[in-house]
């Protein structure tokens, strides 16, 4: 199946939110839980994302070269091409499905988050008892739902603006980079395209106009190195430990067992 | 202390001398009952085969588990250091590595494989086997009590960078001491030569002839015990052997 993308055009949001109201009215999640609204000195609200919140307008006051500007970035999941939080999911409930989306079923979660601590963009949030660790991992899901019966995600389908677009990934880039273009002869120089190739290719590619840093997204992330060579090194040599002791328990014994009699010993 | 057994064949006197105390005895077989468990619980999470016990509230409950019988197993050293802290840090000196402990290595096969006693130097209270033993145990209790603590308590104060490192050094440790414990298990429970291991982590006490035998060092002293050593190497070198 063909890899499903968001394509998230920033020049054009317009920060109204509807995608965060959207996304809490139809994936249930609680308004207040996590952070009630109250003036914190800016328009940004909530202040994080939380096991409640899968998305939010992140607000960023920035001087660029030509003056001013308000940042606006959608954060959410990015449905990473190579996703560490599927691979240290030791529950199987992370997935990446053949269309690309990156899933959590949070019936197989069993909490343990890490998911929470090997994502590059510091996306899944747990829900948890820190005493006694009961909880469950949460993400946006892109609508899976949604998508897989032919229906646009829910911030998609409610963006006013026109900010968000969904669809086969390769249209989407395409899309994408046909816009920087056009962004970039209308006098934004510092448009680009976010997401093209970081860790594996992002499912949620971003049209900047300012450099990825300003927005406050790592310039260059990275599949996390200790993941790999904890899963891939330490792992299955911790195995073969196991394995050789237990050989050599028993050769040890059966030697043994031939040489010494326990009644021969003082 | 004098027990007399009486065999079929013929009477004998064991002599008994204190070797652990009520403290140390209890406090190794409740590190015992929290280690294994902590072991099972969290190879949950390491094995992938073992992927459907890790899900949802099954994976919840030995992750509940997991945390209870940490609690047990990181505080035990530290209730040992109060109540008898002459005996904690005599018996770490003791696990501490020595220069003769290469002479164990080498004697090592010939005494555990073939009951080779003329092999193995004169040992101390503990052998430089049950010193490695001890010592792995002690520096995973230190890397486990750290990172756990540091998983546990740490997940969005602590850098994600550090909670990875402490996912893999968790690990880490977890492997050596399971394949530490795996060796001590067998030897304590199925090797004929130790047995007085388990006599002793029961009763406190360990048979005094076997002292003399196995850990010379102890019993005798340093200096007499490598005489005894030397003479039995001449004896054992003039009959033959």
Redesign the interface.
Known sequence: MARLAMLIDESQCTACRGCQVACKQWNDREGWLYSRTRNWGSYENPPDLSPQTWTRIKFTEYEGPDGFHWLFLKEGCMHCGNPACVAVC????LKQQSNGLVTLEP????????C????PF?IPR?E?D?L???GKSSKCTFCQDRVTNGLLPACVKTCPAKALDFGDREEMVAKGLARVEALKARGFTQANLYGLNEVGGLGRLYVLVAPPEAYGLPANPQY?A??S??QKI??P???V??GA??V??LG??L??RR????E??? | MTVQLRGRAEAITIQWIPKYTLLERVGHWLHTASFVPLAITGMVLYFPFLQPLAQGAAGEFFRLVHRAAAVIFGVLPVIYFIFQPRRFIMNIREFLPSKEDIGWLRGAPAYYLFGRHEAMPPQGRFNAGEKLNGLVMIIAWVIFGITGLLMWFGKGIASPELFRWAVLLHDLAMIASVCMFLVHLYLAVAHPLMWAALVSMRFGVTSAEYAAEHHAKWYYGPKRAMEIYEARKREAARSGH
């Open positions: 030791p529950t199987g409930a019936e197989l979660c069993n909490g343990c988050g890490y929470t601590q090997f994502c510091h747990l948890t820190v006694t660790g009961q996390p200790l993941a060579f904890w330490v792992q040599l911790g195995s430990a196991f002791t237990i050599g328990i040890a014994f030697i043994t040489n010494i009699r326990m021969e010993v003082r």
